[in-house]
């Protein structure tokens, strides 16, 4: 059984097309967590959520919109999609946020091209 | 300045061979360093952590060396294996707040028989 799993595993779009990556675990975690990491393997986070509650907001353009409808899921809304977004994102959680000490379990990755 | 500076970007170490990568940091705030290693086509998963009080932390074949003076930490693997070919980033935290961990630039090892 998954830990932590997100679809699509890979997703090719248009620039400007509007896309929606999924995120579940079934850990039983308060915290949930987005990443994005670049095509040099650059790691970094975008958002937090703690029982449903967005708890970290990067520095993130406003077309990334996070929704997490429980404490289970975790979704990543992206409006207009550019060149730029090309990246894989990682869906993680851990029990509880403890401001970097917490153990992070990571998904498998989304893969995203957008041409 | 939040920042953890990992070096090599990448190495080729012989199978039976010590691998070495090293993070320095500048924060003196931060108080936990994990490593996360990280296969192809998969998420990064903790490997090992340490924390200031201690100098080395010793899990299998693989250790973490803690120099807190120079700021500097370094994961050491132990009669490196083919199947230890992954990217391996060594992260660092500060004690309790809002702040989220802070990611080096990964270091890609190979493993080559």
């Known amino acids: 059984d998954t830990a932590v799993s997100q679809t699509p595993k890979y997703l090719v779009t248009q620039m400007g097309n509007d896309k929606s990556i999924k995120c579940e675990q079934n850990?039983?975690?308060?915290?949930m967590y987005w990443y994005k990491q670049d095509s040099k393997k650059f790691l970094k986070i975008m958002f937090s959520?703690?029982?449903?509650?967005?708890?970290i907001n990067e520095t993130v353009p406003n077309r990334f919109s996070p929704k997490s409808p429980d404490k289970a899921h975790l979704n990543l809304h992206i409006n207009s999609l550019e060149l730029g977004d090309s990246a894989v994102y990682f869906c993680?959680?851990?029990?509880?946020?403890?401001?970097?000490?917490?153990?992070?379990?990571f998904g498998s990755g989304t893969q995203l091209s957008v041409l | 300045q939040q920042q953890v500076k990992q070096s090599p970007q990448s190495l080729i170490v012989q199978k039976g061979g010590i691998s070495i990568i090293n993070c320095a940091y500048e924060?003196?705030?931060?108080?936990?360093f994990p490593w996360y290693q990280q296969f192809p086509g998969k998420g990064p998963a903790l490997l090992i952590a340490?924390?200031?009080?201690?100098s080395e932390k010793k899990e299998g074949r693989f250790t973490i060396s803690f120099n807190k003076s120079a700021k500097q930490f370094s994961l050491h693997i132990m009669d490196s294996q083919p199947g230890d070919s992954a990217t391996y980033f060594c992260?660092?935290?500060?004690?309790?707040?809002?702040?989220?961990?802070?990611f080096g630039k990964g270091t890609r090892l190979s493993v080559i028989a």
């Open positions: 924060n003196t705030a931060f108080d936990y």
């Open positions: 959520y703690n029982n449903k509650e967005l708890i």
């Open positions: 992260a660092a935290s500060f004690p309790s707040g809002n702040t989220p961990l802070v």
């Open positions: 993680a959680s851990s029990q509880e946020f403890r401001g970097g000490w917490e153990k992070l379990f």
């Open positions: 850990l039983g975690h308060d915290t």
């Open positions: 340490i924390r200031p009080d201690v």
